[in-house]
């Protein structure tokens, strides 16, 4: 007999969400998350309108979490700056309060929650999972391949060049109330930066580095933010007289911007979040797409279907915001695109909000609506 109905591998957003929603159907479901307690992960900490939907429904109220109000985006390339107001309300949230009560919530719905070691194994059997940890084997009739940016040992994903950093810090008065309200992204040769207020009067900041940058400026993370502070005045006045909150960053390595996972792993395999999907970070919406595809994959055990099955459908509702966001991505690579870019934004600040609708996930609605009953 299977030791669970459900594990879900992974107690990030989707994996959490995935055992939360489940376990409130009244399935037995366990987690088992590599980390002892709440670390920081390499995501950004903004939330848009459609990640509060899904957390609402979730039972989460992010006001009550002390969530900062973000309306504004705030573009700048070298010295070149353009704002637009977004078409939501947006909110910073950080990761490291966000995941804690995710997974508190999925283990009061009665969810078992495995912390500390993580999976070095999915082996698909017949009509079971067995997952590894450690010693220990968990045997599951369904499983969820929720690691978010780090591959399990024989089902990676493509691969990339792209290197992510992120740290929080307490910023001074002047650089917090320049960020109020706003979250800002500023395009260099080679990455992006973005910084948002969250709770608790503090910041997050998040950057990227491709191979080219990355041979440039080399792993010292410091130095990193030093050079790019040379380049653009908004990240020098924003990290001026800042304190880091830890040692050093949270960092991965080789994250495949722009993947889609269409081959099935198993027919109880279920892959989420980043496992599943990664769309180019510019567009902010990877939090959304991590609890949709959670709660979606829920939602798919229940009515009886298979791994297939969820992937072709959230698949096809990420279609469309990953044309456009690829297409954001691709402008921001070059120095004339930016300019352009950033430009275009200042003389028409509408463009931003259009382009920024379009970059949202779709089928929210539906996903929050009556959750279904279980098959059987």
């Known amino acids: 007999m299977a030791d669970f109905d459900v594990i879900a591998v992974g107690g990030g957003l989707a994996g959490?969400?995935?055992?939360?929603?489940?376990?409130?159907?009244?399935?037995?479901?366990?987690?088992?998350?590599?980390t002892p307690r709440a670390a920081l992960k390499v995501c950004g900490d903004f939330l848009s309108q459609e990640a509060q939907e899904l957390l609402a429904y979730l039972g989460l109220g992010i006001d009550r979490m002390g969530a900062?109000?973000?309306?504004?985006?705030?573009?700048?390339?070298?010295?070149?700056?353009?704002?637009?107001g977004l078409p939501f309300a947006g909110a910073g949230l950080s990761r490291?309060?966000?995941?804690?009560?995710?997974?508190n919530k999925a283990e009061g719905a009665g969810a078992e929650i495995i912390r500390g070691e993580g999976a070095t194994a999915l082996e698909p059997t017949g009509g079971e999972v067995r997952v590894r940890v450690g010693a220990k084997v968990f045997a599951a009739r369904s499983v969820a391949l929720a690691t978010g940016k780090h591959n399990v040992r024989g089902w990676p994903r493509g691969p990339s060049a792209m290197t992510a950093y992120k740290i929080q810090l307490a910023l001074?008065?002047?650089?917090?109330?320049?960020?109020?309200?706003?979250?800002?992204?500023?395009?260099?040769?080679?990455?992006?930066?973005?910084?948002?207020?969250?709770?608790?009067?503090?910041?997050?900041?998040?950057?990227?580095?491709?191979?080219?940058?990355?041979?440039?400026?080399?792993?010292?993370?410091?130095?990193?933010?030093?050079?790019?502070?040379?380049?653009?005045?908004?990240?020098?006045?924003?990290?001026?007289g800042a304190r880091f909150l830890t040692p050093r960053p949270a960092a991965v390595a080789g994250i495949p911007y722009g993947y889609k996972r269409h081959a099935v792993i198993a027919?109880?395999?279920?892959?989420?979040?980043?496992?599943?999907?990664?769309i180019p970070s510019f567009t902010g919406d990877g939090t959304s797409l991590a609890l949709a595809s959670g709660v979606a994959a829920a939602h798919a055990l229940m009515e009886g279907k298979s791994a297939e099955d969820f992937q072709k459908a959230q698949l096809a509702r990420v279609r469309a915001q990953f044309f456009w966001a690829q297409a954001v991505d691709a402008t921001f690579k070059s120095a004339m695109t930016r300019t352009l870019g950033v430009g275009a934004v200042a003389a028409l600040p509408p463009l931003a909000r259009f382009v920024a609708s379009l970059t949202r996930i779709k089928g929210v609605a539906e996903l929050t609506g009556a959750a279904p009953q279980r098959a059987g």
């Not at 490291?96 to 997974?103: K, T």
């Open 68 to 84: 900062a109000n973000v309306r504004t985006l705030r573009l700048v390339s070298g010295e070149r700056r353009a704002s637009a």
């Open 172 to 240: 001074c008065a002047q650089a917090t109330r320049d960020l109020q309200d706003v979250v800002q992204l500023v395009s260099y040769r080679g990455g992006y930066i973005g910084a948002c207020n969250v709770e608790g009067g503090q910041a997050t900041i998040c950057w990227l580095l491709d191979a080219r940058a990355m041979g440039e400026l080399g792993p010292d993370w410091s130095g990193q933010l030093d050079h790019i502070s040379s380049r653009s005045s908004a990240i020098g006045d924003l990290l001026s």
């Open 16 to 34: 959490a969400a995935f055992a939360l929603e489940l376990a409130r159907g009244g399935a037995r479901v366990a987690v088992i998350e590599r």
């Open 267 to 278: 027919p109880n395999v279920f892959p989420l979040g980043d496992q599943l999907c990664v």
């Open 96 to 103: 490291l309060s966000l995941d804690e009560a995710l997974l």
